[in-house]
């Protein structure tokens, strides 16, 4: 495998051919903001908070940090006024869907996203795709899948098979970047089995009705 060099933020980086801006970035200690990024899984690209800019022949433009491959001699900026200002209108986008996590929370201060700046959505989920894919790739069980267009779009359990195999996985919920996943969970057992115990943990009235 050829090595590459590249410049991130002013720093000379010395990555492999093959890998992408993000994991250059991280190998030198540089930190990009991911939402949907999750080295166990196929890289993906949905939640774009991993925005960079790059320097090709003397043009910039903004690419995918955990997609775009890394070349000799390219220069990224990973904090430039266009780079923080698409990353704050994701972060807003996203803060309408799930105005309490405390992922986005953290990243809404540091590029001062307003949670409020658009009316909020009916589903919670980011669209990551974390759990989807976690279950797909790793468990190789596909329990959970993405139903729904536009605004509505959002995840849900196959009950029938959610009772067979999530009673002793439930891996996918500490990968959510929201803390609804679990209640989701939790609400489409209690609604197909009623008759299944309840969690140890009971679902809090409120985040039941969040979660609708
Ligand atoms: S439920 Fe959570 S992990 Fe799954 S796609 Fe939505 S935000 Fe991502
Ligand atoms: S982390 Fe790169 S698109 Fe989500």
């Not at 468990?139 to 779009?153: A, H, M, S």
Request: charged fraction near 25%; include cysteine.
């Amino acid at each position: 495998m050829s090595e590459i060099n590249l410049q991130i933020d002013g720093k000379e980086v010395k990555a492999e051919e093959g890998m992408t801006v993000l994991e250059a970035a991280q190998s030198a200690g540089i930190f990009i903001p991911t939402l949907c990024h999750n080295e166990v899984l196929e890289p993906y690209g949905g939640c774009r908070l991993c925005t960079v800019e790059v320097e090709v022949n003397g043009w910039s433009k903004l690419v995918v940090g955990c997609l775009y491959p890394v070349e000799q001699g390219l220069i990224v900026r990973t904090r430039t006024k266009m780079v923080d200002k698409v990353r704050k209108l994701i972060l807003e986008f996203l803060l309408a869907h799930s105005p309490d996590s405390p992922a986005l929370l953290e990243l809404a201060q540091e590029y001062g996203a307003d949670k409020d700046r658009f009316e909020k959505e009916s589903s919670f989920c980011l669209l990551c795709g974390l759990c989807v894919r976690y279950c797909a790739e790793v468990k190789k069980k596909n329990v959970i899948g993405l139903i729904d267009k536009g605004g509505k779009r959002e995840i849900s359990f196959i009950p029938e098979l959610a009772a067979k195999e999530c009673w002793d996985c439930k891996e996918c919920f500490s990968l959510c970047p929201t803390s609804y996943l679990q209640a989701a969970y939790h609400l489409t057992k209690a609604i197909a089995f009623p008759s299944l115990p309840l969690p140890v943990k009971p679902v809090s009235e409120g985040t039941a009705k969040a979660i609708k």
